[in-house]
């Protein structure tokens, strides 16, 4: 009952007065309170979700205090030397290899940065499966690489804890974590499809508890140390356990907990039971450790219940094993249900059961600073291991749960020393094997390779969800962790059982997913088996061997890798008989996976390599070599059967196969490997026996012929020529390739980064990608002593990265280095490694082009020969290869062909020929004796060659060859024999003497000597001849015939003649040509330089061949035509020449094409360069022509544009708010990348031009406020052309055609939008040309001598005309639809800024904004001002002449009332009007206050049409006045009062001078005292203005001043000028600007000497007196009573000078915006991003894609770019360091502005190197932004659908 009167009280006085009970020294009392307490609190048969009890803990724990003191107080003592930090997936952090022990070594990003990594090897990385921070930990990386905080040993100075602290805590835990179990107890169900739920729902509801439980973990090692003793402690467990005896709710808890353990072994409990009976073993396979218990049921049948009882093992071979687990390992724990012994146990069995729930996993890891934890939950852990995998195959979310495990796994083995002390303690090694195997017993099938029926071998099944989801995965790289600690590598290669076991699952993957050639139908069904299969022999073989070997390094290490070998040996033997291979491998069937040859391949090389081993010690006997020789050799030729398409009916996925073998990742676990063996085969088998084997396999014996024809019985003749290619190449591969054979590793890298160099330039990330990784890929090192980046500098040059003028960005690229073309480009190296056939011919193309360029050689060069390094003495019996008759037979027979022009040989096959050649020549063989005297001819009647060696063989003549032909061939003679032999006797004697071949009898006869030779195999001499068959050719005709050829040639003659006909010079080699050799030129060059080199060569090596080369030379003899040509030969020679010059000129055609279509889209795109002049400079052409003619794109047709059938210009309308970016500084402004730093809008043009209209139209008229201003800063539209002009009706016909056209993607035709049909650039609209009257051309242009007074009244008289309407026309409906156009290409809020949304007024403001835009933008693009002159870049896309029209034809529509016309205001002396009448009504704005250049643009589009030029002089002159005014007037309020009042009087003096109305100084002061007569215009802060202007104003300031005050209207004038009237524009330097600007308009009579500067005043023309009209306007000012004077000071002083726009300037280092907005919280949705962006115009950071910021169904980045840049918006990603485009409804991937050391971009940060900004990247993205080329340049977009 005392527990429920605890409950009543408050929490925290019961938790204070219970801890005071504890501390007494008699605590019974309070021990018992605290339990009743308890028991009533954490009673598990309330729900989890009630929070009471977490409150009580809380509570109890802090002992009466608040649980945040707590915390805090405990965190002090806290004594980690460890951080620990746990992350989830997605988290970013660091990893440093420089300071890395384990390569999984990885710091979280606070330790990182506190730690100093400078000029270290470190990237960023997203963790993919969680991970946790490994500062402190001296096992996992070196000590200098600490942070700060965890350099010190922190442990040392921390107080020791006070015994009372955590007393509480003790007492409470164990019951709150028992009550968590029993939740997790209740909640499980065994999971079939429903309960996947459930168990999530019980996770739900514990989730605070276990929360409370991380918090704890989180209070520091104190509160580490207090929950270590718990979990760990066995003796709380047996008590809590089981719960108390009359506690009925425990007991059935309990039980649960039971049967949940039941099935916890890898053997379940029935299968145990059933084991007694089904135990039959079968005898096990070549003394494999693993006994074999066949189970019962087929794979595949899984109704079949394991319960049935299959006696009859002898019928269930070859069904599903399942290795008796009991037999092999010694570790019951495995097999047996596992028994728990402390809550820590327990706890990670239900993690195990509930499949790793993450909060779970970061509580248990969380744990790991705590050393003691570490080791039990390690040991904990492992006993588990075969539970964890078990639950893992069941699991539906396997991936996930991959994640988990391996996120913990990887924190316990990286560590050595606790692998090691697990491995022996709990046996981890033979867990993990066992584990594995059992993994990969449940797929296996039976292996179909080689003896389909009576096979035994079972392999793994590709198609298995375990293989194709790598289930296995968390296994085998927890596996290869701990195998990467030499303790533990150790352990495994000493224990031979281990191995034989390992070996054993080896096994299962040699010769998994074989494929079957399919020979009639294509296969229905491509599987995609083979990702499974590679993967799974990359990662479950090679990388343990890669493992495995680097502890195989030293002497001292020789007895693993004998171990090793041997049982390779003993497997690989097993295997043969398991699939019942002699001697032959079963024709069209291949597997690409042999990993028992590869692991034996590669401790060969391993131990003749490193450890200095006898080869010979090490190899089986010549039958068992011929046996492993078999298969490798299989792949080599089935790759040259996929290349050459006898594999094509098994679709696509077999190309792939053989791409994945020679991949990067792949090729030296695979391809390398199966090369050594071959050439560790070779050079131990019979050279013969080799090169014929070769041969057959490749399907090419019945080519070898001397004859002309043949039959070939298992090859088309179109296979033919690249099977004989590709044995050859293979050939000059096997004897010259020496990774393994003697080239160190630093020459082995050497020679990678070459051949990949070679083939492309590489960048510097795809080039490490592309080199094989060695050992394994975790270790990211590099072995041999130079690194990777002293190779790279070493062999090629840094190209840096530039930007194309069309738009495709460059990265930094490596080159090779003119001595690596020069002296390494090694072919046979590339060949090897391309993956692409391709590639192999890229390298050749970018090796001849180097020849040409340097000069070497300008024709088509052959491979170069490159001298290899010298073989390692082991392997010297491969050099028997290139002298052997059976080899030399070939080259004869082959040089013969090619000399004969027989079909099916190419160019390829005779520079493979002399390749085998001139490595002949280089590779002696040791014992021959030099220049042996010719042998006698009589002797060798039964072979072709006397000797073996090549240099003898060379000048060997072979006179007469039987061949058996077919009947039809040419060679079968049909009359008496030709006239050489006409005596019959010597006829007869050469039918003795003619060599007879046949490849295969040799091989046959070579096989039967080794066969007989090994004394083991006595017994089976006869050997059935499974494949002799084959090689009888079908018994159709024609019959095969004998024929004797009369040939008298030698392989010299051969070679001498074949150079002859190469150069087609009768006698190309002179008899003396070899003294005069000079052999330099001889390493680069084509067949003829090949085979000059050859015969030197030979030459040095023997006087007689020297002898030899001079007699043939001597003789020299055209070569002789076959004796019989036939003509369907000649036919076919004909044909296939014939194809060739086709060929030949359909390239011809299509470069000239090519180079056509390039020429015009240089001249039609060059978007950016301004040298280039357009098609049709519109604005000078219109003035000339009496009428412009205009070409219409579409129909090609030449003619005016008329009413009927107007023309129109292609134009892109974009809204823009550019301008309204500019602010007054010219520096960039900064991106905050701080909490302190902010950006200000408030400065800017756009949002000055909002606050100065919404002023007026606070205090004046709406009608008039909107003509005294002009918007369009945001939101404004721009019209740009690409200049090509089209008629209107054809448009329309053209965007029909588009629109029924749904191929297009890219942009939206409703829209509007289309491709110019010529240049394809983008455009929406059509603008209508005028059609051109050339009737007033010349008095347009007239000079006038008309006087100021009689222009102004014309001018009045023409703004009074009213605006005639133009008559309905075709013409005038489209101008009405471009003005539709515009005004649908903004938004509606960039429009309406009257108070009467829609009214005329609103709509003339908008109109002439356009126009004022326009000018504005193109000033812009000019740099701001008009010193260069000349037409610009932008003036080739403007189109302001004919948008002018349009927008003055629209305008007319409205008159300017004449009472408030600005023109009488600036031109008359008004009369004050009747103050009553205009009561009611605002008062007009100033003159003063008005925007000069938005009155120039209202006059001239608002008189007629076309304006003469005197009266546009005249309009600027009177406005030129104005803007003076203004000027002066905006001076004055910067002086300081004693400043005006001098400036006053000093100017009143001149005031009556003749030239007052020009001179600064009289109008200035007459301003001032104008604006003095109301006292409130100076008196606002006066104290500023002489804080500002402590300089003093001098008349030379003052000038300036005025003249840049002035200047922006000028250049205005003078840019519409050029426009208008064709009026060039004349360059000059910027301190003369204002005068050339005022003589081009006319202010100025001319040209001014540059000794008298030019004063702005002079400029001025007044119509009436100027004194009058500046009082007039300065009266409209102070006679403004109601404003305060503030706002009438803000409205006077405008400034127009604003700088260029720029966009945000970037940090240089980009993680510095990384660390600061990856974690930044969203302003509107107060979240983290998942995407997060910044826009780069005005910093703005939005979500990307985030629905929680999306409105109306629109997200924040087009949102955003709507209300910052009217659609256009310029976004950095922040998580992928890209910089996206929005354009309206489009956007595109723009590039990155930022890229590493390397000069490479890393596209969402995948690599995390250090990346930099890129300037001149930087700068054109804004150039593209400020001239609006976004959607010209960038090539690829595509509709966003609101979704960014």
């Known amino acids: 009952m005392m527990a429920a009167s605890l409950l009543r009280r408050d929490k925290k006085a019961t938790a204070a007065h219970l801890k005071a009970d504890l501390n007494r020294t008699d605590n019974s009392s309070g021990v018992r309170q605290l339990q009743e307490l308890l028991d009533a609190v954490l009673n598990p048969e309330k729900p989890a979700a009630d929070t009471e009890a977490l409150d009580w803990c809380k509570c109890l724990i802090a002992g009466g205090e608040g649980f945040e003191e707590f915390c805090k107080t405990v965190r002090s003592y806290d004594n980690a030397t460890l951080c620990g930090l746990v992350w989830t997936a997605n988290f970013v952090a660091y990893r440093c290899r420089s300071c890395g022990i384990s390569p999984c070594m990885s710091l979280c990003a606070e330790c990182f940065n506190n730690g100093d990594h400078t000029g270290h090897d470190f990237n960023m990385f997203r963790s993919q499966a969680g991970g946790a921070c490994d500062c402190g930990d001296s096992n996992v990386m070196r000590e200098s690489g600490f942070c700060r905080r965890h350099r010190l040993r922190t442990g040392e100075n921390v107080p020791s804890i006070p015994r009372d602290l955590l007393l509480m805590s003790e007492m409470v835990l164990p019951r709150f974590i028992l009550c968590i179990i029993q939740y997790l107890r209740d909640g499980y169900i065994e999971p079939d499809t429903s309960a996947e739920r459930d168990l999530q729902k019980v996770l739900q509801q514990l989730e605070p508890q276990i929360s409370f439980l991380e918090e704890l973990t989180k209070m520091g090692g104190a509160m580490r140390t207090v929950l270590t003793k718990i979990l760990t402690n066995q003796q709380t467990f047996k008590e809590l356990s089981m719960g108390q005896e009359e506690n009925l709710y425990a007991k059935k808890n309990y039980d649960k907990y039971l049967s949940a353990l039941k099935n916890s072994g890898l053997v379940s409990v029935e299968e145990k039971a059933q084991g007694a009976t089904a135990d039959v073993t079968v005898g096990a396979e070549g003394g494999a450790g693993a006994m074999v218990l066949l189970g019962p049921s087929a794979p595949g049948s899984p109704d079949e219940s394991s319960k049935e009882e299959d006696t009859d093992a002898g019928q269930s071979v070859g069904q599903r094993k399942r290795v008796k687990l009991s037999s092999s390992t010694k570790?019951?724990?495995?097999?047996?249900?596992?028994?728990?012994?402390?809550?820590?146990?327990?706890?990670?069995?239900?993690?195990?059961?509930?499949?790793?729930?993450?909060?779970?996993?970061?509580?248990?890891?969380?744990?790991?600073?705590?050393?003691?934890?570490?080791?039990?939950?390690?040991?904990?852990?492992?006993?588990?291991?075969?539970?964890?995998?078990?639950?893992?195959?069941?699991?539906?979310?396997?991936?996930?749960?991959?994640?988990?495990?391996?996120?913990?796994?990887?924190?316990?083995?990286?560590?050595?020393?606790?692998?090691?002390?697990?491995?022996?303690?709990?046996?981890?090694?033979?867990?993990?094997?066992?584990?594995?195997?059992?993994?990969?017993?449940?797929?296996?099938?039976?292996?179909?390779?080689?003896?389909?029926?009576?096979?035994?071998?079972?392999?793994?099944?590709?198609?298995?969800?375990?293989?194709?989801?790598?289930?296995?995965?968390?296994?085998?790289?927890?596996?290869?962790?701990?195998?990467?600690?030499?303790?533990?590598?150790?352990?495994?290669?000493?224990?031979?059982?281990?191995?034989?076991?390992?070996?054993?699952?080896?096994?299962?993957?040699?010769?998994?997913?074989?494929?079957?050639?399919?020979?009639?139908?294509?296969?229905?069904?491509?599987?995609?088996?083979?990702?499974?299969?590679f993967a799974a022999e990359l990662e479950a073989c090679a990388q343990p061997m890669w493992g495995l070997l680097t502890h195989c390094k030293v002497k001292e290490t020789q007895e693993y890798t004998k171990t090793v070998v041997r049982y390779c040996l003993e497997t690989l033997q097993i295997w043969f008989d398991a699939i019942g291979f002699i001697d032959e491998p079963a024709p069209n069937q291949v597997t690409f996976h042999l990993p028992l040859h590869r692991y034996y391949a590669m401790f060969l090389?391993?131990?003749?390599?490193?450890?200095?081993?006898?080869?010979?010690?090490?190899?089986?006997?010549?039958?068992?070599?011929?046996?492993?020789?078999?298969?490798?050799?299989?792949?080599?030729?089935?790759?040259?059967?996929?290349?050459?398409?006898?594999?094509?009916?098994?679709?696509?996925?077999?190309?792939?196969?053989?791409?994945?073998?020679?991949?990067?990742?792949?090729?030296?676990?695979?391809?390398?490997?199966?090369?050594?063996?071959?050439?560790?085969?070779?050079?131990?088998?019979?050279?013969?026996?080799?090169?014929?084997?070769?041969?057959?396999?490749?399907?090419?014996?019945?080519?070898?012929?001397?004859?002309?024809?043949?039959?070939?019985?298992?090859?088309?003749?179109?296979?033919?020529?690249?099977?004989?290619?590709?044995?050859?190449?293979?050939?000059?591969?096997?004897?010259?390739?020496?990774?393994?054979?003697?080239?160190?590793?630093?020459?082995?890298?050497?020679?990678?980064?070459?051949?990949?160099l070679c083939m492309n330039d590489r960048t510097h990330s795809a080039l490490l990608d592309l080199i094989p990784e060695n050992p394994n890929p975790k270790s990211g090192i590099v072995p041999g002593i130079c690194s990777f980046e002293e190779m790279l500098s070493a062999v090629a040059d840094f190209k840096a990265p530039v930007f194309e003028p069309g738009g495709s960005m460059q990265q930094g690229m490596y080159t090779p280095k003119a001595e690596v073309w020069e002296k390494e480009f090694d072919p046979i190296m590339v060949v090897l490694r391309t993956v692409y056939r391709r590639d192999v011919q890229s390298a050749m193309d970018r090796y001849s082009a180097f020849l040409k360029q340097s000069g070497i050689?300008?024709?088509?060069?052959?491979?170069?020969?490159?001298?290899?390094?010298?073989?390692?003495?082991?392997?010297?019996?491969?050099?028997?290869?290139?002298?052997?008759?059976?080899?030399?037979?070939?080259?004869?027979?082959?040089?013969?062909?090619?000399?004969?022009?027989?079909?099916?040989?190419?160019?390829?096959?005779?520079?493979?020929?002399?390749?085998?050649?001139?490595?002949?020549?280089?590779?002696?063989?040791?014992?021959?004796?030099?220049?042996?005297?010719?042998?006698?001819?009589?002797?060798?009647?039964?072979?072709?060659f006397p000797g073996t060696n090549l240099l003898s063989n060379l000048h060997h003549v072979i006179n007469f060859v039987r061949v058996r032909v077919p009947e039809t061939a040419p060679e079968v003679k049909r009359e008496a024999p030709p006239s050489t032999s006409t005596e019959a006797s010597s006829y007869g004697q050469n039918l003795r003497e003619a060599q007879v071949f046949s490849l295969v009898a040799e091989r046959r006869r070579k096989f039967q000597e080794i066969i007989n030779r090994s004394s083991t195999e006595a017994t089976q001499v006869v050997r059935p001849k499974s494949s002799s068959t084959r090689w009888v050719p079908p018994g159709t005709p024609p019959q095969l015939v004998t024929e004797i050829l009369e040939i008298r040639e030698s392989m010299l003659s051969l070679l001498i003649k074949l150079h002859q006909k190469m150069s087609s010079k009768q006698n190309s080699l002179s008899a003396s040509w070899l003294e005069d050799m000079d052999t330099s030129r001889h390493a680069h060059g084509d067949g003829i330089t090949a085979i000059e080199r050859i015969l030197t060569k030979a030459a040095t090596r023997s006087c007689q061949i020297k002898r030899s080369i001079q007699d043939i030379c001597g003789k020299v003899c055209p070569p002789v035509p076959p004796k019989k040509n036939s003509p369907t030969d000649k036919k076919a020679m004909d044909k296939e020449e014939r194809r060739q010059r086709a060929r030949e000129r359909q390239q011809k055609l299509l470069a000239e094409f090519a180079s056509r279509q390039k020429s015009f889209m240089e001249t039609a795109m060059d978007v950016e360069s301004p040298d280039t002049e357009a098609a049709m400079d519109l604005g000078a052409s219109e003035v000339?022509?009496?009428?412009?003619?205009?070409?219409?794109?579409?129909?090609?047709?030449?003619?005016?544009?008329?009413?009927?059938?107007?023309?129109?210009?292609?134009?892109?309308?974009?809204?823009?708010?550019?301008?309204?970016?500019?602010?007054?500084?010219?520096?960039?402004?900064?991106?905050?990348?701080?909490?302190?730093e902010h950006i200000y809008p408030a400065d800017t043009c756009g949002v000055a031009h909002d606050v100065r209209l919404t002023l007026m139209q606070r205090f004046f008229k709406d009608s008039s406020c909107l003509q005294s201003v002009s918007i369009g800063w945001d939101g404004g539209v721009y019209v740009q052309t690409c200049g090509h002009t089209l008629h209107i009706d054809c448009h329309k016909s053209y965007m029909e055609s588009l629109r029924n056209d749904q191929v297009l993607q890219g942009f939206s035709v409703d829209k509007g939008e289309f491709t110019c049909p010529l240049c394809r650039q983008f455009a929406n609209s059509v603008l209508p040309c005028r059609p051109g009257r050339g009737t007033e051309a010349g008095a347009w242009h007239a000079p006038t001598n008309?006087?100021?007074?009689?222009?102004?009244?014309?001018?009045?008289?023409?703004?009074?005309?009213?605006?005639?309407?133009?008559?309905?026309?075709?013409?005038?409906?489209?101008?009405?639809?471009?003005?539709?156009?515009?005004?649908?290409?903004?938004?509606?809020?960039?429009?309406?800024?009257?108070?009467?949304p829609g009214s005329p007024d609103n709509d003339f403001l908008f109109m002439y904004s356009v126009a004022r835009t326009n000018l504005e933008l193109e000033l812009v693009h000019r740099g701001g001002n008009?010193?260069?002159?000349?037409?610009?870049?932008?003036?080739?896309?403007?189109?302001?002449?004919?948008?002018?029209?349009?927008?003055?034809?629209?305008?007319?529509?409205?008159?300017?009332?004449?009472a408030y016309n600005p023109w009488t205001k600036l031109t008359q002396i008004t009369q004050s009007k009747e103050a009553d009448s205009f009561d009611e009504e605002r008062p007009e704005v100033p003159m003063l206050f008005r925007d000069v250049p938005s009155l120039l643009i209202i006059f001239v589009l608002t008189m007629p049409q076309p304006l003469r030029k005197e009266h546009f002089t005249c309009v600027v002159k009177m406005l030129y006045n104005l803007q003076f005014t203004q000027a002066l007037a905006a001076l004055?309020?910067?002086?300081?009062?004693?400043?005006?009042?001098?400036?006053?009087?000093?100017?009143?003096?001149?005031?009556?001078?003749?030239?007052?109305?020009?001179?600064?100084?009289?109008?200035?002061?007459?301003?001032?005292?104008?604006?003095?007569?109301?006292?409130?215009?100076?008196?606002?802060?006066?104290?500023?203005?002489?804080?500002?202007?402590?300089?003093?104003w001098s008349p030379q300031s003052i000038e300036f001043s005025l003249q840049q005050f002035c200047l922006p209207f000028l250049r205005l004038s003078c840019l519409l000028q050029h426009h208008l009237y064709g009026d060039n524009l004349t360059g000059c330097s910027e301190e003369e600007e204002f005068s050339s600007l005022a003589v081009c308009l006319g202010l100025l009579p001319s040209a001014p000497q540059p000794s008298n500067t030019v004063h702005s005043a002079s400029c001025l023309e007044w119509a009436v007196s100027a004194f009058d009209l500046v009082t007039q306007w300065c009266a409209e000012v102070t006679g403004l009573s109601q404003m305060q004077s503030e706002q009438s000071l803000t409205l006077l002083v405008q400034d127009p000078q604003w700088a260029a726009p720029r966009l945000l300037q970037l940090p240089d280092n980009y993680n510095i915006i990384f660390q600061y907005y990856h974690r930044k919280a969203c302003t509107s949705c107060k979240k983290v991003p998942k995407d997060p962006a910044l826009c780069l115009v005005c910093g703005a950071f939005v979500c990307l894609k985030g629905v929680c910021c999306k409105q109306q169904g629109i997200c924040e980045c087009v949102l955003h770019s709507q209300h910052c840049g009217a659609a256009t918006g310029i976004f950095l990603l922040i998580n992928a360091s890209v910089i996206i485009i929005i354009r309206g409804h489009r956007f595109c991937l723009w590039g990155s502005v930022y890229l590493d050391a390397h000069g490479e971009e890393d596209r969402d940060l995948r690599r995390g190197k250090p990346l930099f900004l890129c300037e001149e990247r930087y700068r054109v993205l804004e150039q593209q932004w400020v001239s609006h080329t976004f959607d010209h340049i960038n090539k690829r977009w595509g509709p966003h659908y609101n979704g960014l």
């Open 1184 to 1236: 000339m022509e009496s009428e412009v003619l205009y070409d219409c794109v579409i129909c090609g047709q030449s003619g005016p544009s008329t009413e009927d059938r107007p023309t129109g210009l292609v134009v892109l309308l974009q809204a823009s708010s550019v301008l309204g970016h500019r602010c007054k500084n010219k520096e960039a402004k900064k991106l905050p990348t701080s909490d302190e």
């Open 1426 to 1458: 008009l010193c260069s002159g000349g037409a610009s870049a932008a003036a080739k896309r403007s189109c302001l002449n004919q948008l002018f029209h349009v927008l003055a034809m629209h305008m007319r529509l409205y008159s300017i009332d004449s």
């Open 331 to 533: 570790d019951p724990s495995i097999i047996e249900s596992l028994k728990h012994k402390c809550f820590l146990e327990e706890l990670l069995f239900w993690t195990i059961k509930y499949e790793f729930p993450q909060k779970m996993v970061t509580f248990l890891l969380n744990m790991l600073p705590d050393q003691d934890y570490k080791i039990t939950f390690t040991k904990t852990f492992v006993q588990h291991y075969a539970f964890i995998m078990k639950t893992l195959m069941k699991s539906h979310e396997s991936d996930t749960m991959s994640n988990r495990i391996v996120h913990i796994s990887v924190q316990l083995f990286s560590n050595e020393e606790l692998a090691r002390h697990v491995t022996e303690e709990c046996q981890l090694l033979d867990i993990m094997v066992t584990v594995l195997l059992y993994m990969m017993e449940s797929c296996l099938i039976k292996s179909e390779l080689q003896d389909e029926e009576n096979s035994r071998h079972v392999v793994v099944n590709c198609s298995e969800a375990l293989l194709k989801n790598n289930t296995y995965w968390p296994l085998v790289s927890d596996f290869i962790n701990i195998l990467s600690h030499q303790s533990v590598a150790k352990k495994f290669l000493e224990d031979h059982s281990l191995l034989m076991l390992w070996m054993s699952f080896v096994s299962f993957f040699q010769g998994m997913n074989l494929n079957k050639r399919e020979l009639n139908e294509h296969v229905e069904f491509e599987s995609q088996t083979y990702y499974a299969a």
């Open 1532 to 1592: 004055s309020t910067k002086f300081s009062p004693e400043e005006r009042q001098a400036w006053s009087t000093s100017g009143a003096l001149k005031k009556n001078a003749a030239n007052a109305e020009k001179s600064f100084e009289a109008l200035l002061s007459y301003v001032i005292s104008e604006l003095s007569k109301d006292k409130s215009v100076y008196k606002v802060n006066t104290e500023e203005t002489s804080m500002l202007s402590s300089s003093v």
């Open 1346 to 1396: 008309k006087k100021t007074c009689v222009l102004v009244k014309e001018v009045e008289d023409l703004q009074e005309k009213l605006g005639l309407f133009p008559t309905e026309s075709n013409l005038s409906k489209e101008m009405d639809l471009v003005i539709k156009d515009i005004k649908n290409t903004t938004q509606k809020k960039y429009m309406d800024y009257g108070k009467t």
């Open 857 to 944: 050689h300008s024709g088509n060069p052959w491979p170069p020969y490159k001298e290899r390094t010298p073989l390692h003495p082991c392997y010297k019996g491969l050099i028997k290869l290139l002298h052997c008759k059976t080899l030399h037979i070939v080259i004869f027979t082959l040089l013969y062909k090619i000399w004969m022009d027989h079909q099916n040989m190419s160019e390829h096959v005779l520079c493979m020929v002399l390749y085998l050649i001139e490595l002949g020549l280089d590779n002696q063989v040791q014992d021959s004796k030099e220049d042996e005297e010719p042998c006698i001819e009589e002797h060798c009647h039964d072979s072709w």
């Open 605 to 756: 090389s391993k131990a003749v390599k490193c450890q200095g081993l006898d080869l010979d010690s090490l190899l089986p006997d010549q039958e068992m070599l011929m046996k492993i020789m078999v298969h490798p050799l299989q792949i080599q030729a089935c790759l040259s059967e996929i290349h050459s398409n006898m594999w094509v009916r098994n679709g696509l996925q077999i190309k792939g196969q053989a791409m994945t073998y020679v991949q990067s990742h792949f090729c030296n676990s695979m391809i390398d490997p199966d090369i050594y063996l071959l050439q560790v085969c070779a050079s131990r088998l019979d050279p013969d026996y080799f090169i014929s084997s070769v041969f057959e396999r490749f399907k090419v014996v019945d080519l070898l012929t001397m004859a002309s024809q043949h039959q070939n019985a298992v090859l088309d003749s179109e296979q033919e020529r690249p099977m004989l290619e590709g044995a050859l190449t293979f050939l000059v591969i096997l004897t010259s390739l020496r990774i393994h054979l003697g080239m160190t590793d630093d020459e082995i890298l050497r020679a990678e980064m070459v051949s990949q």
